[in-house]
């Protein structure tokens, strides 16, 4: 079973940038997505990387979100620029598609205004 820890959470101001990462052996053989849930909102699709690097985002979120991989490092990693209030919630990776035993803890994002 693949095991992923996500980490690279914080507070940060509007405007302002976080890279999250998603770790785990094993990682470099899975197509990885990223995936955030806000308060009192359902959890949503955010970015996904195939086992190839080739990437694909959320239309309204394109642009300003970067998935990445590093495969020395065993690493998804998504950057997040220019980031806003609304981007607050609790950011999680998984396989893309997403199997129900890969959830993990997730890494908060609070944006404040």
């Known amino acids: 079973q693949l095991q992923l820890v996500e980490s690279g959470g914080g507070l940060v101001q509007a405007g302002g940038s976080l890279r999250l990462s998603c770790a785990g052996s094993?990682?470099?053989?899975?197509?990885i997505g990223w995936y955030r849930q806000a308060p009192g909102k359902q959890r949503e699709f955010v970015a996904r990387a195939s086992i190839t690097g080739v990437t694909s985002y959320q239309n309204s979120l394109r642009g300003r979100f970067t998935i990445t991989r590093d495969y020395d490092k065993n690493t998804v990693y998504l950057q997040i620029d220019s980031l806003k209030p609304e981007d607050t919630a609790v950011y999680y990776c998984n396989t893309w598609p997403p199997t129900t035993n890969n959830w993990g803890q997730g890494t908060q994002v609070t944006v404040s205004s």
């Open positions: 094993g990682i470099n053989n899975r197509a």
